[in-house]
Structures are given as C-alpha cells and as structure tokens.
C-alpha cells in the first residue's frame, strides 16, 4: 500500500496540465468517487492495525497534494488566460480623458463672471420657500395663477411652504436683510408643474439680478443688460425691449437680442424674426421695496431675470431642453470650457 501511495503521489507531483479539460481528466482519474485515491481509502479499511496511524497520514497527505496541485494549475491557466485576452496596451501613455462641465454650470459661470465684473454680489436662497418670499412680498395678488396647485408645487403637509417658481424670492431675502445700495445676482433651481417637452421642464434655473440705490433709472437697467448681452453672445450683439408685466416690477420689459445664430437676417431658432427672448426686466416696484422695508421715496432699482435653460440652448444650438437633465456622456462631452 505505501507503495501504491508513494506511486500516485510522485505522479501527483509531476502532473501538469494545459487546458482546463486536462485538469478535469485529471481530477475525475484521481479524486472523484471511483478515482484511484478513494479507492485507496477503500483500501484502507483493511491494513493491519500497526501501520494504519503512517497509512492514513500518507494517504491524506496524498490527498491533499491532489486537491492542491488542482486549485494551483486552475489559478495559473485563468491568469494567462486574462493576461492573453486582455485588450489593453499596458506601454500606451495614459488614456484617462478629463472630464467637462455641465453646459448649464459653464454658461452660469459666464453669467456670473459677467455681472461680478461690474460690481455684483452673489447670493443665494431656498428652494423651498414660503407664501411671502414667492409670492405675497413680490406683490403677487392672492388670486393670482402662479398660486394654483396647477403651476406651483406646494408641500402636501404645509400649504404654506412650496418649491420656488422663480429665484424672484432671493431678492425678498436680500433686501429683508441689507439696505441699499444693494447690487446682487441670484442663480439658482426653480421648480413648476409643467408638462415636461423639448421646450419646458419642471425643474430649470435662472439668474436673477437685482440692484437698488438712490437714483437707479430705467436708463440703467438698458445699459447694464446691453453690456451683459454683448459680452455673452459678441460685440454685435443688438438688444431690444417690448413691453411686458410682472407683479413686481413696474414698468416691466421682456428683453430680446438679436439672433446670435442668424445674425439677425432670419433663421428657424429666432423663427425668422432676428430676436429671441432671453430676459424679463423692469423696475422694482415700489410695493416691493416697503414689503422688504426699503424706503421707496429714497431708493429706486431694477430687477431681472433669465432663464440658463434658454441661453444655453441659443449659445450652443440645442433644441431639446431634455438633453440638460438625462447626463447622456455623448451630449455632455461635447462642452469644453475655461470656467
Ligand atoms: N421672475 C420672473 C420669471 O420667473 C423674471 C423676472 C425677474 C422678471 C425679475 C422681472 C424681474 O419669469
């Protein structure tokens, strides 16, 4: 039997295999059930009680070594086979692209860099917001639509708070807390209960800008608006105001440029008019101001709005307003910017 045992074991020892059904071969001719190790078990039963302690040390040694010498040959072929399938080149130089910034941050950072080169502040407020900061201090009237379920969503538990319409609100908070003179911009997530399409979503983001002091004019808010317009869409660019309302801006303008896709000749974009709508404006009304205790005999200011959405879309040619929120690499690799 020792003999038997020492046979199989240097063949054990010697065996090597070069494909996993060799291994298998291997495995089934000395380890499964009627392989030649077992049966050296069954063997076993039958030796003389003096040498069965060396005996069975022997034979479990044996079957050790089998199992053993199986687990490393299988570890050995899955390494090269990994090594022999991999596609990768491990001499070329570093294949890790950077990444790039969402359009919607690259053009609030334009905005932003803008509007803090002339003297504005940033400041920002909660998406969730109450009655007062969206609507009542902003001089909204109580029966006014914005205030229906239908274009507001409003906290189911607190009909109180709702999720922000407009970042409108952030100038309540500003000026609640600072007097005049106040200069600020506000971007920020605003929330309505829109049918969601190529050209409206339920969650976009505007900037809003505020400025407040004695003897702010009309004159002003132009002036400003014209140079912003030009340093984001080109020198050329033309601007034009049409008359428009808002509860808390009295006058209020809706303000066009010229199409930066066009040139202002025509084009499907400015649906060949040569403008496209960026911006709602006015001057602060005076309602506004007492509401957030800013005397309205001393001060005057301007507000304004914008919607990053829309001015992404007009600076990169994008006509689906969906693409902004579904993270697609392919759409989003495409931006490479400074900011
Ligand atoms: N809050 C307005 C809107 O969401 C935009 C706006 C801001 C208009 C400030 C005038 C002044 O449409």
Redesign the pocket.
Known sequence: MKEKISTLLSQVEAFNASSLEELEAFRIKYLSKKGLIPALFDDFRTVAPEIRKEMGQLLNALKNTAQERIVALRENMEVATQETKSDKDLTLPSMASLGTRHPLSIVRSEIIDIFARIGFTISEGPEIEDDFHNFTALNFPEEHPARDMQDTFFIEKNPDLALR????SVQVRVMEKNQPPIRTISPGR?FRNEAISARAHCIFH?V?GLYVDTNVSFADLKQTLFYFAKELFGEHTQIRFRPSY?P??EP?AEMDVSCNICGGSGCNICKYTGWVEI????MVDPAVLEACHINSEKYTGF???MGIERITMLKYQINDLRLFFENDVRFLRQFKSAF
């Open positions: 319409t407009h970042t409108s605003v505007q809003e808002f808390f801006t209020s911006l709602g404006c006015g507000a304004f709005g």
